[in-house]
């Protein structure tokens, strides 16, 4: 059965379910969006999907056909139909593995089997009646309407709905008296129920009685329900025999592929369900322009785990663009601290992220590069001294550069604060242009602005502050030349080294 990750034949979900947790996802917030749908019931079946990174640009296209053919209402909902049908057909079968008569085991695989074919035979008249657009779909369709063809599926179906016809017309009445309980195999239509409510509500001023439990609400069956199950064996030995005949042998009726179609579409649609809902609350989000060459931009993008947050919190969301040049080699940031450069890498991160996976991203406009590796380092904190930070920090370094290919991003924020200012510079340099001959798409986070000064291909970005002394972030980052001065006064006021506050201080002595 056709993937919908890969054009080709792609990984099961057992093979899946055993990639690795990409390293980058808790430096770019991306562990707190998976744990989003941890309520979700279907959450193990599409939590692995997290890890299918591609591997070709043509695959990251062929995904993004798929989302934007989920997008369109109808589709949608013919899918969810499909998966509802699919759904209702496992539930069967599993009911089949729970129940302890012969009889009810095999009437639930019969169900199974017609429920499932069904459901698939409804989803190929709506995607007949409505063709998606993408060639997933297309062929998703393909195959699907081959597979009610096959000579052992017509034949298989044909007869399940035979004994299923035979079953519907099974229908008794029971009338009970006094004394006994009578059981009737000529049932009459007549709704006598109809009349006794009518009689029962004219007679009774407190209105309608409603009776919400069912005497036979045990999945196994009742004393009576057996009763009433042999008497009917006796009436019909050819249909029960029938039954017993067809499904008496255990089958495998769903086919493990369907079932990982089934949760590949699940996490398809439960990751667009969650861009709609950022849409819903006016934040940007669109469809990237995937490429290949390295031109980039991003408008109003904002690092959507952090909005969602903040929306919530009723606090403002500040939106930034990063725009790239072909030509241009890398993307420097610097600024104050606390300025929104963090959130803008992150932001920055995710993006590239949703988009190779298909996915929308939390954008206005987005143009992007194809990246089949991404690699995050983020400046390290607890649990190391000073020589030990740094020595982790260029550990990372060495293994990210091991496992780069000709498409990579890189994101680095603030690494090597721990050295002296001058080696943070020449340790920066060396590794940016090593980065830079293997091709990589680089952003970097750095409190050494002179790095943005070496060449003029790099992008300079600087978190501005509120031009009034108080050096109020505004969490807005643009493209201007970096002069390192908001930095610089902003740990002259964090120290109280400012020339009010020293003179303040002579004044005392």
Known sequence: MISLFVPENGLSFLEVSELPKPAFFHDLNLDAYVEKFRE????????????????????????????????????????????????????????????????QKWKWRLDTIVQYYDAIERFCFELNANPPKSKAFYQLHQELSALLFVPETVKLRAKAQELNAGFEKLKFHITINKERATLDFQYSEDDYCAEIRTEFLNSVESGEQTFTESPFGDMNISPLEEFILNQ???QDRVLFRDL?????????????????????????????????????????????????????????????????KNYEQKKEVVFNDVMKASS????????????????????FGQSFYFGMMGLPVAAGT????????????????GGYGVEGRLEHELYGVKNMLDGMTKHSLVIFNELFTSAPTMDAL????????????????????????ELAFDSDDYVSLVATVVEDGSF?????????????????NSIVSKYKLDYSHINYRLSKK
Do not use: W
């Open 40 to 103: 979700d019931e279907y959450y193990s079946s599409i939590e692995p999907y997290f890890r299918y990174f591609p591997e070709k640009l043509s695959e990251a296209l062929y995904r993004q056909e798929i989302a934007t053919d989920l997008c369109d209402p109808d589709i949608r909902a013919s899918v969810n139909r499909f998966i509802s049908g699919i759904g209702i057909a496992e539930r069967y079968l599993s009911y089949s593995e729970k129940v302890m008569s012969s009889v």
């Open 366 to 381: 987005a143009k992007l590069p194809f990246v089949n590796r991404i690699f995050t380092q983020f400046a390290s904190t």
């Open 472 to 488: 109020r972030r505004t969490y807005r980052i643009v493209r201007k030349s970096a002069d390192g001065v908001a930095y610089a």
């Open 244 to 308: 017993e005949t067809f499904c008496g042998i255990k089958r495998d009726i769903i086919a493990t592929d369907i079932v990982d179609l089934i949760r590949e579409l699940r996490f398809y649609i439960i990751n667009l369900d969650y861009f709609e809902k950022m849409k819903e609350r006016s934040f940007p989000i669109c469809f990237p322009k995937l490429v290949s060459e390295k031109e980039l931009y991003l408008d109003d993008c904002y690092d959507i785990v952090l909005a969602s």
């Open 232 to 234: 009917f064996m006796k």
């Open 426 to 449: 020449t340790i920066s340099r060396e590794l940016l242009a090593r980065l830079i001959r293997m091709d990589a798409v680089c952003f970097v986070v750095t409190h050494t602005f």
């Open 328 to 347: 241009e080699k890398a993307i420097i940031v610097t600024g104050p601290n606390q300025g929104g450069k963090t959130t803008l890498a992150r932001a």
